[in-house]
């Protein structure tokens, strides 16, 4: 019945810092083929950031003008900054019947449910305390001060919204949570749209 599974997502939030990269890096041999969606954002590059890799990185006019164009999934403001995803790859990529992974915040989590929730698996990735997240964003040292006081009192709020989520990855130990992560990946991929299950029960009853 291979067939009838179409594409999936699957979003993950989490306060910056919390390793999401890392973990998705380190799972990406033993999940198969996803597409991991690239945001855009008005946001400046962090050393050693790419335009087209780790995000794309555009002007404030410019995201305005895509608002505008309906050419967003979803959107939102974070520290200050627009984030959004563009809906056009994610179309395609589901089309493919591709996993679709995103890295986005609550805020884009809760506008994905709304648009694509049957389809749509989700996990909190986060450290274990908010004193460990406080180490690592120091220890990371690409932001000053002031940004890491920001995505402190971010990470603050969105810890509220652990309990919307499908699943919690506390990231502790790294080898631990790649290999929850990997079983949350798997199993969002067996997730079937409506539309599919229609087919499926169709299929099945011959
Ligand atoms: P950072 O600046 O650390 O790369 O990301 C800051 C926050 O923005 C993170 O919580 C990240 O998940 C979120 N974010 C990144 N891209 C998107 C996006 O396309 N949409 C939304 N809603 N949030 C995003």
Do not use: C
């Not at 780790?54 to 959107?75: P, Q, R, T």
């Not at 959004?84 to 996993?99: D, F, I, N």
């Not at 798997?186 to 599919?196: G, I, N, P």
Request: net charge negative.
């Amino acid at each position: 019945m291979k067939e009838v599974h179409k594409g999936a997502i699957l979003v993950l939030s989490g306060p910056s810092g919390a390793g999401k990269s890392t973990i998705i890096q380190e799972a990406a041999k033993e999940i198969g083929e996803y597409y991991f969606s690239i945001s855009t954002t008005t946001r400046s590059p962090r050393v050693g950031e790419e335009d087209g890799k780790d995000y794309f990185f555009v002007s404030k006019e410019s995201f305005e003008k895509d608002i505008k164009a309906g050419n967003f999934l979803e959107y939102a403001e974070v520290h200050g900054n627009y984030y959004g995803t563009s809906l056009k790859p994610v179309r395609e990529a589901l089309r493919e019947g591709k996993l679709v992974i995103f890295d986005i915040d609550v805020q884009g989590h809760r506008l994905v449910r709304e648009k694509m929730n049957d389809i749509t698996t989700s996990a909190f990735i986060t450290p274990p305390t908010l004193k460990e997240l406080e180490v690592r964003l120091r220890a990371r040292s690409t932001d000053d001060e002031s940004v890491v006081l920001q995505r402190i009192e971010n990470a603050k709020e969105e810890i509220r919204a652990v309990g919307e989520y499908d699943f919690t990855i506390i990231n502790d130990m790294i080898d631990d949570a790649v290999g929850e992560f990997v079983i949350v990946a798997k199993a969002a991929r067996l997730k079937q749209s409506q539309e599919d299950e229609e087919k499926f029960i169709q299929q099945w009853l011959g």
